[in-house]
C-alpha cells in the first residue's frame, strides 16, 4: 500500500465495539499494549452502579486521550439497534442524562450524535425537531465542557437509523443550530465511496470534530466491517480530506462485527487492532500512538 506522505501526526485510537466481547477493564488494560493513545468509549461496556461507573470513567482518562463517548441512547429518534425509548423527549432526556454524569470527568470529549430515522419519511418535520433539540443539547454540551458531533451514517442505513447520509446533510443541521461546540463525526466505513469525498471533507474544516476508520466490504448484516487492509476501501480520499480541513484529532478504529459467519469478535482481535494501526502507518507519514 503506498504511502501518501501527509504532513500532520494523528494519535490512533480504539473504540470498545471494536472489542465488543471484552469487559471495559480489558480495553484499558489491552489498547496501550496495541498501540492506542486513544479511547471512545461506549456507555453499555460501564457499570449500572453510579460510583463504579464514576470510577471506570475516571481510570479511562488517566491512561488514555478519550476522544470519544457513545451514549446508549444517542439519537433523537429511534434506530433498528435502539427502537427504544421511542419518545423523542424520552430519548432527549436519557442522552442528557449520560452527558450530565460523564461529561465532568471527560472535558473535551466529543459525544457522538445520529439522527434516528425519520418518522413516516417525513425528513422536514425530523430535521426541524432535531436543530430544536440540538439547541439544547449544545448548551448542555458547554455545560458540562465537552462537545457533540452528528455523524452522518452510510445510505445503507437510510430510513432504518438516520436521515443524514452524507456530510451535506450533516452540515445542514450543524449551519442551522449555529453553534461551535456541534460538528461531525466522519467515518470512513459511513462515507465509503461517496463521490469528490477529499474536496467534500475539506470544505467542512474545523466542524470535524473526531474520525473514525475501518475497512469496507458488501455487508452481510447491519453490522460487517472488517480491519483496514482486509476490505475494498480506498482510504486515501479519506485521510487527504482530513489533511486539507485541518484535522487534529485521533484517528479511532471503530468496528462492528456481528450476524456473520466470519465475525472478527471471534477471531483474533488484537492482531487486528495492530494491523490496522500498521495499514494506518503505511498510509500516513506517521500515527503516533501517543
Not at 75 to 98: K, N, Y
Request: glycine share 8%; proline share 5%.
Amino acid at each position: 500500500m503506498l504511502g501518501i506522505h501527509l504532513h500532520m501526526q494523528w494519535m490512533y485510537g480504539v473504540s470498545e465495539c471494536t472489542t465488543w466481547p471484552w469487559p471495559f477493564e480489558r480495553d484499558l488494560e489491552r489498547y496501550r499494549a496495541l498501540g492506542a493513545g486513544a479511547i471512545e468509549m461506549w456507555e453499555f461496556k460501564l457499570a449500572t452502579d453510579a460510583g463504579r461507573r464514576r470510577e471506570q470513567v475516571q481510570a479511562a482518562a488517566r491512561q488514555y486521550d478519550v476522544s470519544s463517548f457513545q451514549a446508549t441512547v444517542h439519537s433523537l429518534f429511534p434506530t433498528h439497534t435502539q427502537p427504544e425509548p421511542s419518545g423523542l423527549q424520552e430519548r432527549r432526556t436519557a442522552f442528557v442524562q449520560t452527558l450530565r454524569e460523564v461529561a465532568p470527568y471527560i472535558p473535551g470529549a466529543v459525544f457522538v450524535l445520529n439522527t434516528g430515522a425519520a418518522s413516516r419519511g417525513d425528513v422536514q418535520a425530523a430535521f426541524d425537531a432535531t436543530v430544536c433539540a440540538y439547541r439544547e443539547l449544545v448548551r448542555e454540551a458547554r455545560d458540562a465542557g465537552v462537545l457533540l458531533a452528528l455523524e452522518p451514517l452510510h445510505p445503507l442505513q437510510m430510513n432504518e437509523d438516520t436521515f443524514a447520509w452524507n456530510l451535506e446533510d450533516a452540515m445542514d443541521v450543524i449551519d442551522a443550530v449555529g453553534d461551535d461546540a456541534l460538528g461531525i463525526c466522519a467515518d470512513a466505513w459511513n462515507l465509503a465511496g461517496q463521490h469528490d469525498l477529499q474536496s467534500r471533507l475539506a470544505r467542512c474544516g474545523d466542524r470535524i470534530f473526531i474520525a473514525q476508520v475501518s475497512d469496507y466490504r458488501r455487508p452481510r448484516s447491519f453490522l460487517d466491517r472488517l480491519p483496514l487492509g482486509d476490505g475494498s476501501l480506498d482510504l486515501r480520499p479519506f485521510l487527504l480530506g482530513l489533511e486539507a480541513a485541518n484535522y487534529r484529532g485521533p484517528l479511532v478504529f471503530e468496528l462492528f462485527s456481528k450476524d456473520v459467519s466470519d465475525s472478527f469478535y471471534d477471531g483474533d482481535m488484537e492482531a487486528g487492532i495492530v494491523r490496522t494501526r500498521e495499514r494506518l502507518s503505511g498510509l500516513c507519514a506517521t500515527v503516533p500512538s501517543a
